[in-house]
């Protein structure tokens, strides 16, 4: 056990704690996305990228609202598994173009966002924690302010 310790540290392996079905061609950069939750929790995550149509369906099925949206969290309880995060490529693809930074920025502040949901944050009712542990977050990985952050601050 030791020896692998050393192996990992030696090569700079980072282990894999997201589970990644990619329903679409976005490109995914697992690296960061695994840094970012091993800052968090040492949990796994599953992460699906998947279409407008798609996350439209899973909203209106676990949430009762009949529109797209840009992330889902879907919290698991007392499983080695955090949970799920549903993320929708398009609006990755959207916002990066409109907000004039990168597909893989975007990816990783629509990720954090669901990751603080499933570890019990909730911005809509808290008093700015949820605010403050994405602005260190953002600060930590040298992101672009997120939509939590633009609307707020």
């Known amino acids: 056990m030791e020896l692998l310790y050393s192996f990992e540290v030696l090569f700079d392996i980072i282990p894999f704690m997201i589970e990644l079905d990619n329903r679409t061609s976005l490109e995914i950069n697992d690296k960061l996305l695994n840094e970012i939750t091993q800052t968090l929790t040492d949990k796994e995550i599953e992460l699906i990228i998947t279409t407008q149509e798609e996350i439209q369906h899973i909203n209106y099925q676990h949430r ?34 409109e907000l004039g930074h990168t597909n893989e920025d975007e990816l990783c502040l629509l990720y954090i966002h669901g990751l603080l949901h499933l570890l019990g944050y909730n911005h809509e009712i ?28």
């Open 64 to 97: 009762n609202i009949n529109k797209a949206t840009d992330v889902l969290s879907f919290p698991y309880v007392d499983m080695p598994i955090a949970g799920s995060i549903v993320i929708s490529a398009w609006h990755v693809l959207d916002k990066s173009i």
């Open 126 to 153: 808290d008093d700015g924690e949820m605010r403050q542990e994405e602005e260190r977050l953002i600060t930590k990985f040298n992101l672009p302010k997120s939509l939590i952050i633009r609307t707020q601050g």
